[in-house]
């Protein structure tokens, strides 16, 4: 009989075994909470997703780099209120470290930056695809785990990086079958920010408080981000201020409220202008209330969002030209974007852009009787030496065999008979054009 004692995080069921009454215990069988597991089909999705992620990153001539998912915990101590910040997956080890499973890429390239010093040649161009973590209360039931393509250009200053980093996006949603009907890319600069809080003589160090707050626009109620402001430090007029300016969406508004000689502004006109010789003008559109949520932007930051408004941002990034002065660097310019494994599969469902994928395999060779195992296993190891995929199959029925064969989409099935064996050939049914012929054995390729 069954007996079952069910906890929050996992089910462990207890089945006494009647016969010797010794207690054996199932193992619960779900990853664990907010993760997922990746079965075939998934895998392949996945893979044909990250495929795109390196294909687009070798056109732009990005050079794919790595990190441990493991960090010290030191590296994501901000101060500044980030989301991500507050759901650290941190922990401390048997050594007694605080450690964490990293939330992000960026701080470990820079990390990697810094250590390298003065032997690297800038600029650099380096992507990563890689597994980030946030510890969540379950409440919102939200994954603790994405995948994230990473892209980052280190050392270089003028805005010509920006537009190379967004003509990576639309270089990859292009590839996805995504057009700018589907997404559209908000545009703007923390310089415009920062220029409005300066016009109300707001103190520089609330900058990056200020920007967290306002990075929750349209994601929570406005007098909430009102009070938060108030709550940090900033006045009541800087406050209607920062919300009036958040509004505007053209550049002639722009202008009006900040002039047209601020940096921010000839920042965001330069980026419109490479915009039209890289062909991506019709994704991109200017928007004030981007700041995205990171501490660490300090110029030009941007999101790409589906124009059904459904989905949350599909990538985003920006410019950081202070995050390794921040760890105690020079100041060396940098900028880049994350892209999330999981809602651009949501936007590709939507548009019914999901590809078709199937495990595909060349060759089905199969023994017709148990003493051509050997031979079946020789024509499987020389198939495989040329290069194709080989499924060898024994202890099944022929009637089995066949439809295995229509199951995975093998190009041909391999049979290995007795009589046709005497004389150095096989069977060979070619499973797009149904022929049967018998092949001899060295002209098998
Ligand atoms: C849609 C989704 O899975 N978002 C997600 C999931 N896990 C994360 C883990 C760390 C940082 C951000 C994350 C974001």
Request: hydrophobic share 40%; charged share 30%; proline share 3%.
């Amino acid at each position: 009989h069954k007996h079952s004692t069910s906890t929050q995080d996992n089910i462990v069921q207890h089945i006494t075994n009647e016969n010797d009454g010794e207690v054996m215990e199932a193992i619960d069988t779900n990853p664990p909470r907010g993760t997922r597991d990746f079965t075939p089909e998934d895998m392949r999705l996945r893979s044909w997703l990250f495929q795109n992620f390196r294909e687009v990153s070798r056109l732009l001539s990005f050079e794919e780099v790595d990190f441990p998912v493991l960090e010290s915990e030191a590296l994501f101590i901000r101060k500044a209120g980030e989301e991500i910040t507050q759901q650290l997956y941190n922990f401390e080890d048997k050594g007694g470290r605080r450690v964490v499973l990293r939330p992000e890429i960026t701080p470990s390239l820079a990390r990697l930056i810094m250590k390298q010093g003065k032997s690297l040649s800038l600029p650099l161009k380096w992507y990563t695809i890689g597994q980030c973590w946030r510890y969540e209360r379950m409440t919102r039931g939200r994954r603790r785990e994405h995948y994230q393509w990473n892209m980052d250009i280190i050392g270089i200053s003028k805005v010509r990086a920006e537009a190379e980093l967004i003509y990576a996006a639309v270089l990859l949603f292009e590839r996805l079958g995504i057009t700018a009907s589907d997404v559209g890319i908000r545009v703007s600069s923390r310089k415009v920010l920062q220029a409005v809080l300066e016009k109300y003589s707001i103190p520089q160090h609330l900058f990056t408080k200020v920007c967290v707050i306002v990075d929750k626009l349209n994601k929570i109620p406005i007098d909430e981000i009102q009070n938060e402001l108030i709550s940090v430090g900033v006045s009541l007029g800087a406050v209607k201020g920062i919300i009036e300016v958040l509004s505007l969406k053209s550049f002639p508004e722009l202008e009006a409220i900040l002039g047209s000689d601020k940096e921010g502004v000839a920042d965001l006109k330069k980026l419109f202008f490479f915009a039209e010789d890289y062909g991506f003008s019709q994704w991109i559109q200017l928007d004030v209330s981007v700041v995205r949520g990171l501490a660490y932007y300090t110029g030009i930051v941007f999101e790409a969002f589906d124009r059904d408004g459904k989905l949350r941002a599909i990538c985003g990034g920006g410019r950081y030209d202070k995050l390794f002065s921040m760890f105690g660097g020079d100041d060396t310019p940098a900028c880049g974007f994350g892209f999330g494994d999981a809602v651009i599969i949501e936007l590709l469902k939507d548009k019914g852009l999901l590809p078709n994928l199937s495990h595909k395999v060349d060759d089905i060779v199969f023994p017709l009787d148990g003493e051509l195992e050997g031979p079946a296993s020789r024509i499987a190891s020389a198939l495989r030496r040329n290069g194709r995929s080989v499924d060898l199959i024994e202890d099944k029925r022929l009637k089995w065999v066949f439809k295995h064969a229509e199951r995975i989409g093998a190009n041909r099935l391999i049979l290995v008979g007795n009589s046709e064996w005497q004389q150095g050939m096989v069977r060979v049914k070619d499973l797009s054009t149904r022929e049967e012929s018998n092949v001899k054995i060295e002209e098998l390729c």
